[in-house]
Structure formats: C-alpha cells, structure tokens
C-alpha cells in the first residue's frame, strides 16, 4: 500500500557530509502528515534525529542541531536530510518515518522505510 524508499547512505569520513532522501508512494495516499528521520545504533534504541511534525514545524535531537538539516518537497512526497560535520557517533542505520492517511481511513499510521546505513570513519 505505502512504500519509502531510502537513498543516499554511504560511507564517510569525518567532517564530510551525506545528503539522505527518502520517497513515499502509494495509490491510496490521501496526505501526509508528519516525515523525518530516526536512526539506530548497533547495541542502542531507535531515536528520533530530524523530523517535520504535523504543523509544519522541526524537530532536532540535540546531538545534531546546526548540522543536519531536513528538508521536504511536499510535490514529491519526499523528505531529505542534509548532514554536515558528520562524526563517528552519527554511525547508524538511518530509517524514514511518515504518518499517512490512507484513503477510507480515519486515522494516520505509521510507516518505516527499510532503512540506510551511514558510517562515519577514517
């Protein structure tokens, strides 16, 4: 019904950058109502690194604030996340999540994209 595919992880160096985009499709998409990005550590929880809420506005853990930006094209259904000054600890697998209403729902669900690894290292 609804996919988000991924794109854009990679490796690395430290201080370099990596730009993420992630692409939601699906017939019955009626709005999309919050997008962003998480990431998972190898050993650690899920947590949240940049995200549009349903208002419009971001959201940013504090351990990426002045160098990740997100971005979205509303036209495109699709999210991006720039990541500057990119440190060892930012290693993860980075998964998109978007809130859609699907047509003859009532309510938004949650979707996951299948996830990019991103590996910061010298």
């Known amino acids: 019904q609804v996919q988000l595919v991924e794109s854009g992880g990679g490796l690395v160096q430290p201080g370099g950058s990596l730009r993420l985009s992630c692409a939601a499709s699906g017939s019955r998409i009626v709005s999309i109502n919050a997008m962003g990005w998480y990431r998972q550590a190898p050993g650690k929880q899920r947590e949240l690194v940049a995200t549009?809420?349903?208002?419009?506005?971001?959201n940013y853990a504090d351990s990426v604030k002045g160098r990740f930006t997100v971005s979205r094209d509303n036209a495109k259904n699709t999210v991006y996340l720039q990541m500057n000054s990119l440190k060892p600890e930012d290693t993860a697998v980075y998964y998109c999540?978007?809130?859609?209403?699907?047509?003859?729902?009532?309510?938004?669900?949650?979707?996951w994209g299948q996830g990019t690894q991103v590996t910061v290292s010298s």
């Open positions: 549009f809420t349903s208002g419009g506005s971001t």
């Open positions: 999540n978007a809130k859609i209403l699907l047509s003859g729902r009532w309510v938004s669900s949650d979707y």
